[in-house]
């Protein structure tokens, strides 16, 4: 199975990052989720403190470009949209 492009970091009770599930889901109709690793906090802590300290954000939900390292902490449609355009691509 090929390495998903974007790794996307939610909290189990998070409004925002079901707001940026919505984003993707209905906004962009899914078209990137298959491009996307979501991760739970609370499935991995010790997981997403080495997240949190390789790639110094601070807040849920996150996306991470695994190529760049680019960081995106935000759950705003215009922002999530390039975010995946940049990427993952068209």
Do not use: H, W
């Amino acid at each position: 199975m090929a390495e998903k492009k974007v790794l996307m970091i939610t909290k189990t009770v998070c409004p925002y990052c079901e707001r940026a599930k919505v984003v993707l889901n209905e906004a962009l109709q899914g078209k990137y989720n298959d491009q996307i690793e979501f991760f739970v906090r609370e499935d991995d802590e010790a997981r997403f403190a080495e997240l949190q300290k390789k790639y110094q954000f601070m807040t849920v939900p996150t996306f991470i470009d695994k190529e760049s390292g680019s960081v995106l902490s935000d759950s705003q449609e215009p922002t999530i949209t390039a975010f995946m355009k940049q990427a993952i691509g068209a």
